[in-house]
């Protein structure tokens, strides 16, 4: 890579970096703050095999299908379409 590349591309990373800090002041003006949320892999072999455990598991619950029918009793499709 060449200078000129290098100045490009670094100059890039400057814009992008200006832009990033003024939406985080114009977020901080709004009386807001960053937060991390650390969410699970839903591609990992760990979390695919947790999930499928829970589902086979609420299956077989004797309640399930009285849950379901109950949320189907509440739920308003009004404004939904």
Do not use: Y
Not at 4 to 24: G, I, L, Q, T
Not at 39 to 61: E, G, T
């Amino acid at each position: 890579m060449d200078d000129s590349a290098k100045s490009a591309e670094a100059a890039k990373r400057s814009d992008a970096a200006k832009r990033v800090r003024k939406h985080r002041d114009k977020m901080k003006a709004m009386g807001l703050k960053p937060v991390t949320l650390w969410v699970p892999d839903v591609h990992s072999p760990a979390f695919k095999a947790d999930i499928k455990r829970q589902c086979l598991r609420l299956n077989a619950d004797p309640h399930e299908q009285e849950i379901l029918a109950e949320l189907e009793h509440w739920f308003d499709p009004e404004g939904w379409t």
